[in-house]
């Protein structure tokens, strides 16, 4: 890996490198299994089986990886997946194929010369079982995010973060199927139809992005919009993931004119991150905690990029506090010119809804 002056500054340089090769790992594996789904026929599609080996395997990779990288560090990681359901005795035909399609990625890969029984296999998987918390260090994975867009062949992300006493330090995103080029000239980038886009951002070293298959790294901003008339937004394309009724009735008191730009997964707030557009609203339904590895890498892009993150309160989102979020009404992302206007719309929306 190129080691770029910044990145060789950086204090959590090496953690960078060992996250980056992590998740470029996973994401050809991902890549591989959705390749598999969308060719599949439309019974198969319906299966939930060829998702969830994905998920496993993009876990255990991630884990393999920073483990292997980093091996002076202890190692503590919060991730979504768990390895009950595997210990099931029906599940061994799929514990099966997840050992055998992370071997194999391991081998076309070359790095690394080992090959993992199903126990490494559930070893690694359970190394994700961290509660996380204030105090140490912790890696934040979601091994794919955005899984309805995942089978759908839409939007996903292999998101992984680091939390150093209580803040969040790092994050990388790995897009697969988020094109390279920006779909606005804020950034003028002009990579051609490239599509894979790999964010990644450490504290005080900004935000960049470079194409999934490896490019220059390029320093990225978020949209410098004042006026939310001009501004465009984004929500999740899941209607059950987010309230549309209030989204709209926040896009309407603040004279927004674009229609929301709906994407599954953190690849909204790299997008965001890259100037795409400059409002992304997370406002789940009542009740709905957020999780802390649906937002720790996406966030830190975005606070790199220039960019603010709040909750509805307009407080900054705290990962500290173990596998969930402390707040459950929404997450809004934006410019620091829009942040106000954004979060005072977003009080009276939810105030009038009560
Ligand atoms: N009812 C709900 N409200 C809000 N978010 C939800 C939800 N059900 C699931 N999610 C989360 O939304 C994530 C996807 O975000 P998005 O809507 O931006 O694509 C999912 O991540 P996974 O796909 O990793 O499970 C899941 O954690
Ligand atoms: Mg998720
Ligand atoms: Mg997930
Ligand atoms: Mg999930």
Request: net charge negative; with cysteine; aromatic share 6%.
């Amino acid at each position: 890996m190129s080691q770029l002056p910044e990145v060789a500054a950086n204090p959590y340089g090496a953690e960078l490198a060992a996250a980056k090769k992590a998740v470029a790992l996973a994401a050809r594996l991902c890549q591989r299994v959705q390749r598999g789904i969308l060719q599949s026929d439309v019974q198969s599609k319906a299966d939930r089986t060829p998702v969830t080996v994905a998920d496993y395997g993009s876990q255990v990779l991630i884990s393999l990886v920073l483990k292997k990288e980093l091996p002076s560090q202890s190692f503590s990681m919060v991730a979504e997946e768990d390895s009950k359901d595997l210990r099931k005795d029906d599940a061994q035909e799929i514990l099966e194929h997840i050992t055998s399609l992370v071997n194999e990625t391991i081998v076309n890969d070359g790095s690394y010369n080992m090959s993992l029984s199903k126990e490494d296999v559930l070893a690694a998987i359970d190394g994700g079982n961290s509660e996380g918390g204030p105090s140490g260090r912790h890696w934040i994975l979601d091994p794919i995010d955005g899984t309805k867009g995942f089978i759908r062949g839409d939007q996903y992300a292999i998101a992984l973060g680091l939390l150093d006493e209580g803040r969040v330090v790092l994050g990388v995103l790995g897009c697969p199927n988020l094109p390279l080029k920006s779909t606005n000239m804020h950034n003028g980038s002009s990579s051609g139809d490239q599509v894979g886009s790999f964010f990644f951002a450490t504290i005080g070293c900004g935000a960049r992005v470079e194409a999934l298959e490896g490019s220059e790294p390029q320093k990225i901003s978020m949209c410098s919009i004042k006026n939310p008339a001009d501004a465009s937004f984004f929500e999740s394309f899941e209607a059950s993931h987010s309230k549309r009724d209030l989204t709209s009735s926040i896009a309407e008191k603040l004279g927004v004119q674009a229609p929301a730009v709906r994407m599954d997964s953190q690849a909204k707030y790299g997008a965001l991150a890259r100037g795409d557009g400059a409002i992304y609203l997370r406002i789940p339904h009542k009740g709905y905690i957020e999780t802390v590895w649906d937002n720790a890498a996406g966030s830190i892009v975005v606070t790199e990029a220039g960019g603010m993150v709040k909750d509805a309160s307009g407080n900054d989102l705290d990962f500290s506090k173990g596998r969930y979020l402390d707040r459950d009404r929404g997450i809004i992302a934006t410019n620091k010119y829009l942040m106000p206007m954004v979060l005072k719309a977003v009080q009276e929306a939810i105030k009038e809804e009560q």
